[in-house]
């Protein structure tokens, strides 16, 4: 047996997982594989970089609870390691009547979910705050920060090496085998064996979830979140962040505008069908897994439901004047030549058989394997905590 643990997945959820086992039990050898050669090449390191406080999840749902919890872990961690992190706060604002009852069901949920310091915003109070939106109300959410995950998921890194353990890059997950005794994942490179294997592989976890068990019923929906910045001078439009009251029905916040850790302010990310699960750009198609997406029967029923807002999504991915549409109802200042391009991102986002888009975190534990098969936002803020429950469930194996 060359370890105890194998995590799939140097992502915040696998380093964060590793990092959590070893605090648990400093004796269990422990591997973190990657297919990439650097740490969080995928969804960690091209998101919004938000440390989110928790405000929007159902109570008692597996997203409130690591949430919250995981907002202190993470902020306690950054204070311990120096990782700069900025808590500037932000303002969820509503542009139109029919969306203030669903403004002041987001700011029950927060009370619901301990936040404390919560506050309902007239207009003029919005604009105390941020003095170029416009709207109707909003709520201000003084514990929302922004931190760059990326460097986080290096420290958190840096931490399980210099605790004894191990990651090794360059290293894809080819076949998982399994016997009463231990499990041994095979790589394009070698193979490694262990009592136990965790699968943090995010846009693929569904596929190496399928080579621990015949029973799993999830498929990974990649969609594309792309972003523009203001331009330099535009900047002082935006103190903060600010956010949208969220469509209900859909597991995306909605476009938005985020000062960044290093300075600037990003606006997105739209949330567009990729065409390839690690497709960052608009051309990057691959055929076959494109098929088996469109061939799954969940996303059939999910783009029947939602085909209206799919093509809108479309729509203002191709047309930079729908997006600046779509800003200009937060900040009706912004002009299109206001905004640059800037980066994209690709969310797993789980769709269940039956049409749903899972909007819970999902782990599935099964003999010698857990399996994270849906940790979208807001899992790098929460992946101290998650990796906390599955550090738990995996120290039973042992
Ligand atoms: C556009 C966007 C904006 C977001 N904004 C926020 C935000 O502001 N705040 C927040 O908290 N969350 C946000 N999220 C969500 C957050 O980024 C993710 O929930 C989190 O990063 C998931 O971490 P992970 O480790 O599960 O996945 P990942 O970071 O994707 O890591 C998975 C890893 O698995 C590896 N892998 C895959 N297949 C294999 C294989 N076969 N062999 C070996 N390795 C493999 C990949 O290379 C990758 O490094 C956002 C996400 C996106 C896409």
Same mark, same amino acid.
């Given at each position: 047996?060359?370890?105890?643990?194998?995590?799939?997945?140097?992502?915040?959820?696998?380093?964060?997982?590793?990092?959590?086992?070893?605090?648990?039990?400093?004796?269990?050898?422990?591997? @973190?594989?990657? #297919?990439? =050669?650097? $740490?969080?090449?995928? %969804?960690? +390191?091209?998101?919004?970089?938000?440390?989110?406080?928790?405000?929007?999840?159902?109570?008692?749902?597996?997203?409130?609870?690591?949430?919250?919890?995981?907002?202190?872990?993470?902020?306690?961690?950054?204070?311990?390691?120096?990782?700069p992190f900025d808590l500037c706060g932000k303002v969820i604002v509503?542009?139109?009547?029919?969306?203030?009852?669903?403004?002041?069901?987001?700011?029950?949920?927060?009370?619901?979910?301990?936040?404390?310091?919560?506050?309902?915003?007239?207009?003029?109070?919005?604009?105390?705050?941020?003095?170029?939106?416009?709207?109707?109300?909003?709520?201000?959410?003084?514990?929302?920060?922004?931190?760059?995950?990326?460097? @986080?998921?290096? #420290?958190? =890194?840096? $931490?399980?090496?210099? %605790?004894? +353990?191990?990651?090794?890059?360059?290293?894809?997950?080819?076949?998982?085998?399994?016997?009463?005794?231990?499990?041994?994942?095979?790589?394009?490179?070698?193979?490694?064996?262990?009592?136990?294997?965790?699968?943090?592989?995010?846009?693929?976890?569904?596929?190496?979830?399928?080579?621990?068990?015949?029973?799993?019923?999830?498929?990974?929906?990649?969609?594309?979140?792309?972003?523009?910045?203001?331009?330099?001078?535009?900047?002082?439009?935006?103190?903060?962040?600010?956010?949208?009251?969220?469509?209900?029905?859909?597991?995306?916040?909605?476009?938005?505008?985020?000062?960044?850790?290093?300075?600037?302010?990003?606006?997105?990310?739209?949330? @567009?069908?990729?065409?390839?699960?690690?497709?960052?750009?608009?051309?990057?198609?691959?055929?076959?897994?494109?098929?088996?997406?469109?061939?799954?029967?969940?996303?059939?029923?999910?783009?029947?439901?939602?085909?209206?807002?799919?093509?809108?999504?479309?729509?203002?991915?191709?047309?930079?004047?729908?997006?600046?549409?779509?800003?200009?109802?937060?900040?009706?200042?912004?002009?299109?030549?206001?905004?640059?391009?800037?980066?994209?991102?690709?969310?797993?986002?789980?769709?269940?058989?039956?049409?749903?888009?899972?909007?819970?975190?999902?782990?599935?534990?099964?003999?010698?394997?857990?399996?994270?098969?849906n940790a979208p936002s807001p899992a790098a803020t929460s992946s101290?905590?998650?990796?906390?429950?599955?550090?738990?469930?995996?120290?039973?194996?042992?």
């Amino acid at each position: 047996m060359s370890h105890d643990v194998i995590v799939i997945g140097a992502g915040a959820v696998g380093l964060a997982t590793a990092l959590q086992i070893q605090e648990k039990n400093r004796q269990l050898k422990v591997l @973190v594989l990657d #297919k990439e =050669a650097n $740490v969080a090449h995928h %969804q960690t +390191g091209n998101n919004s970089n938000v440390i989110h406080s928790g405000i929007y999840y159902k109570p008692g749902s597996l997203k409130a609870t690591n949430c919250i919890r995981g907002y202190t872990m993470l902020i306690d961690f950054c204070r311990k390691y120096n990782v700069p992190f900025d808590l500037c706060g932000k303002v969820i604002v509503a542009t139109s009547e029919p969306e203030i009852p669903l403004l002041k069901n987001i700011y029950d949920r927060g009370i619901q979910n301990g936040l404390q310091n919560l506050k309902m915003l007239t207009l003029d109070e919005l604009k105390g705050y941020e003095p170029h939106v416009a709207g109707i109300a909003g709520i201000h959410v003084p514990q929302t920060g922004i931190v760059d995950y990326r460097v @986080v998921a290096e #420290k958190y =890194a840096e $931490v399980i090496r210099n %605790q004894g +353990g191990e990651i090794r890059l360059n290293e894809k997950v080819e076949d998982i085998r399994m016997t009463d005794s231990d499990v041994t994942v095979i790589t394009g490179k070698g193979s490694y064996t262990a009592k136990l294997v965790v699968n943090c592989a995010g846009l693929y976890s569904d596929k190496i979830a399928r080579l621990t068990s015949s029973s799993v019923n999830v498929k990974i929906v990649p969609f594309r979140g792309e972003y523009y910045k203001l331009k330099k001078e535009k900047e002082h439009l935006v103190k903060t962040l600010i956010y949208p009251v969220p469509d209900p029905n859909f597991p995306f916040l909605g476009v938005h505008f985020t000062t960044m850790p290093g300075g600037g302010v990003e606006c997105g990310p739209n949330a @567009v069908l990729a065409f390839k699960r690690e497709g960052y750009k608009k051309s990057d198609i691959n055929l076959s897994e494109l098929g088996e997406t469109l061939a799954w029967p969940g996303f059939q029923k999910v783009a029947a439901k939602y085909w209206r807002t799919g093509m809108g999504e479309m729509y203002r991915s191709y047309s930079k004047a729908a997006f600046t549409k779509a800003l200009q109802k937060l900040i009706p200042e912004i002009q299109e030549n206001d905004l640059v391009p800037g980066g994209a991102g690709v969310r797993a986002q789980a769709c269940d058989k039956t049409g749903g888009l899972l909007d819970d975190f999902m782990i599935l534990e099964g003999k010698r394997a857990i399996n994270v098969c849906n940790a979208p936002s807001p899992a790098a803020t929460s992946s101290l905590s998650i990796g906390e429950t599955i550090a738990e469930r995996s120290l039973k194996h042992f």
